[in-house]
């Protein structure tokens, strides 16, 4: 339902847009009876309109994929074999936990994966711009070790429920810097480097 008074309001924007641009041509043409001014004039107009909607659209844009390009990633800082070879016996007795577990650490919190290892989520805005940068940082939960550190970033203002301003621009949100087959990719990796340390579940 929400979607289908998104598409009305739209299309009826599109044509106030539409006559909005006409009519000031046709109005300053008949002011000035010159089509260069009429023009400038209609142009102005045109570009206001457009502002109305999309004024954060190209610097949201542009920062999502600024960040994405210079910051997001997936970085290793020890690997399953590194650890195991520091902690010999150790890895071996890890069981991954089925259910949720609560973790509460003095870097932050997040859930416990086992008995050893757990998932630090961070969230944090991004200046002024519908945009947001998501950490997930694997923690050696004995000694407070980070082990790999995710980092992603979204943009767009949320679904309706979050109740934030703007939320009816769609056309910003996207989930993370990788879509399509870069995200399945992506994810798999970090899957399979997790796997490692005995835990399953999100990532």
Same mark, same amino acid.
């Given at each position: ?21 006409? &009519?000031?041509?046709?109005? =300053?043409?008949?002011?000035? +009876? ?19 909607? &999309? ?5 949201? !844009? ?24 520091? +902690? ?6 890890? =069981?991954? #936990? ?11 919190? %997040?859930?416990?994966? +086992? ?13 002024? !711009? ?19 550190? +995710?980092?992603? &970033? ?6 309706? %429920? !979050?109740?934030?301003? %703007?939320?009816?621009? &769609? ?8 879509? %399509? ?12 480097? #997790? ?9």
């Amino acid at each position: 339902m929400i979607g289908l008074i998104i598409i009305v309001v739209g299309l009826f924007y599109l044509l106030l847009w539409i006559a909005v641009v006409f &009519f000031s041509y046709r109005l =300053t043409f008949e002011m000035s +009876n010159s089509k260069t001014v009429a023009s400038i004039v209609a142009s102005m107009i045109c570009l206001l309109m457009y502002f109305i909607p &999309f004024a954060d659209l190209i610097p949201t !844009l542009t920062a999502h994929k600024h960040h994405c390009e210079t910051q997001a990633g997936f970085t290793v800082y020890k690997t399953p074999e590194q650890w195991a070879a520091e +902690n010999p016996g150790v890895l071996e007795t890890l =069981t991954p #936990y089925k259910k949720f577990v609560p973790l509460d650490l003095p870097i932050g919190s %997040g859930t416990q994966k +086992n008995d050893r290892f757990g998932l630090v989520f961070k969230e944090s805005d991004i200046d002024t !711009l519908p945009l947001n940068e998501h950490r997930s940082i694997l923690i050696d939960i004995k000694t407070q070790e980070v082990l790999a550190e +995710n980092v992603d &970033f979204s943009r767009g203002y949320g679904a309706i %429920g !979050l109740g934030r301003k %703007g939320w009816w621009k &769609f056309w910003l949100a996207e989930d993370s810097c990788y879509i %399509g087959s870069k995200r399945v990719q992506y994810f798999e990796k970090r899957r399979n480097f #997790y796997q490692g340390f005995k835990f399953r579940g999100s990532y």
